[in-house]
Nanobody
Framework: QVQLVESGGGLVQSGESLALTCKAP???????????MAWYRQAPGKERELIAS???????DYAESVKGRFTISRDNSNKKVYLQMSSLKPEDTATYYC????????WGQGTHVTVSS
């Protein structure tokens, strides 16, 4: 069963940076590399939202709320997707998940980010 594992979350202050990693250790390269991968987040009491995506050819797209502050990237050989977050705000506090944007896999546990003011 495909597993997605997110890591890198933590507690930071407003304005600081954090880097998240998502890995798919059981997915083979030929399956992972063509996928459009995405990062999502879910804040307490809110629905999960798509915040960034990256295609196989590394075309990226961002939600307005994170554009200019977050950067998504991927390492196909290691089956990883990254989310570099800078200028963090308290409203970025959420649990962050990654997944296949077009064909959702089983959701991982996510990694929690708390931004204090």
């Amino acid at each position: 069963q495909v597993q997605l594992v997110e890591s890198g979350g933590g507690l930071v202050q407003s304005g600081e940076s954090l880097a998240l990693t998502c890995k798919a250790p059981r997915m083979i390269f030929s399956v992972f590399s063509p996928k459009t991968m995405a990062w999502y987040r879910q804040a307490p009491g809110k629905e999960r939202e798509l915040i960034a995506s990256i295609t196989a050819d590394r075309t990226t797209d961002y939600a307005e709320s994170v554009k200019g502050r977050f950067t998504i990237s991927r390492d196909n050989s290691n089956k990883k997707v990254y989310l570099q977050m800078s200028s963090l705000k308290p409203e970025d506090t959420a649990t962050y998940y990654c997944n296949d944007k077009n064909n959702a896999l089983r959701w991982g546990q996510g990694t929690h980010v708390t931004v204090s003011s």
